[in-house]
Nanobody
């Protein structure tokens, strides 16, 4: 059973940058589109970004477009999220999973959710 393992979060000032990583434990992400999601306590998890298996197409939520970049290294079985120009409203626990869907669409994640990685943006 594949388990996503997220890392790279931390405390950063507004306007700063962070790069998150998502590695596959117990298997691979082979053949899967991958995505990043985030969740603030008390709110629903929301879609952030997606990338195809080949990496040739990406898709972003409007709230992060132009600031975040999703990428992947299939040889390393790892997906990344480069987060620039961070804002306090980006504060959340960030998760990755496969076959992502934008908000408003039914989504059944193929893998169990990992622990996530907390990003805190101070103003």
């Amino acid at each position: 059973q594949v388990q996503p393992v997220e890392s790279g979060g931390g405390l950063v000032q507004a306007g700063g940058s962070v790069r998150l990583s998502c590695a596959a434990s117990g298997g691979t992400f082979s053949g899967y589109a991958m995505g990043w999601f985030r969740q603030v306590p008390g709110k629903e998890r929301e879609f952030v970004a997606a990338i195809t298996w080949s990496g040739d197409s990406t898709y972003y939520a409007d709230s992060v477009k132009g600031r975040f970049t999703i990428s992947r290294d299939n040889a390393k079985n790892t997906v990344y999220l480069q987060m620039n120009s961070l804002k306090p409203e980006d504060t959340a626990v960030y998760y990755c999973n496969a076959d992502p869907k934008p908000d408003g669409y039914y989504y059944s994640p193929p893998f169990d959710w990992g622990q996530g990685t907390l990003v805190t943006v101070s103003s």
